[in-house]
């Protein structure tokens, strides 16, 4: 019978040591339509989840109230946004509502990889079909309503947008549920109860820390 001694494995506490360090920096898109609060709940994982770096999304349309530049985005004129295109300085990029253009800075996002963080980008739908074809690596997690209805009361409470605008968000919106393949997670964000949709966002982050095969995400 083999001694305690005898038995110790070196190459079983290889495998023991890498899968220790099996979690690699990830790439963590939300997206879902506006109005449905992703904002709220991102600023929430910011306080619960410090480490993990906030790529802030560059926007040339009109900062709101309590918004600040830099934190919550770049606000830029066309102009600004426009010469950063041409200097391919956007990961991705597009025109919303036929008025504003969004784009999500490279350089921020890269330097985040190489200090080992996990980086959570926020972009819409059409930003996610983007990113899956020049990325790798990454989780995409689509934050839901719980109706139209209650999405048509936060945008109505807001009080950003006349009806016109309104009713081009929730048409927006319809296509944007449309695309839920290109997901790999869906968590609601029901009514009064942001901090559940964290908590569960956090599940997921813990999760996907755990999975086997992991690659680098590359872009």
């Known amino acids: 019978m083999d001694t305690l001694e005898e038995f110790t494995d070196a190459s079983a506490?290889?495998?023991?040591?890498r899968l220790r360090a099996v979690?690699?920096?990830r790439l963590i898109v939300i997206s879902g339509p506006s109005g449905v609060g992703k904002d709220t709940v991102i600023d929430q994982?910011?306080?619960?989840?410090?480490?993990l770096y906030f790529a802030v999304t560059a926007t040339t349309r009109q900062r709101r109230?309590?918004?600040?530049d830099g934190y919550h985005y770049h606000f830029y004129d066309a102009s600004e946004f426009q010469e950063k295109i041409q200097a391919d300085e956007f990961l991705e990029w597009a025109k919303v509502y036929g008025d504003f253009f969004y784009g999500v800075p490279k350089t921020p996002i890269r330097q985040a990889f190489e200090r080992g963080r996990h980086v959570v980008l926020k972009v819409d739908t059409q930003g996610v079909q983007t990113i899956r074809k020049v990325t790798s690596g990454g989780v995409f997690?689509?934050?839901?309503?719980?109706?139209?209805d209650e999405l048509a009361r936060r945008l109505r409470s807001r009080k950003t947008d006349d009806s016109e605008a309104l009713m081009r968000r929730l048409r927006m919106a319809q296509r944007?549920?449309?695309t839920i393949?290109?997901?790999?997670?869906?968590?609601?964000?029901?009514s009064e109860r942001e901090e559940e949709t964290v908590t569960r966002i956090i599940a997921i982050l813990a999760a996907e820390g755990c999975r086997i095969g992991q690659t680098d995400v590359a872009m």
């Open 13 to 17: 506490d290889d495998i023991i040591t």
């Open 23 to 25: 979690a690699k920096p």
């Open 45 to 51: 994982l910011r306080l619960r989840c410090p480490d």
């Open 65 to 68: 109230g309590g918004e600040i």
């Open 141 to 148: 997690i689509f934050i839901a309503p719980p109706s139209i």
């Open 176 to 178: 944007e549920l449309q």
């Open 181 to 190: 393949d290109d997901f790999d997670y869906v968590v609601f964000n029901e």
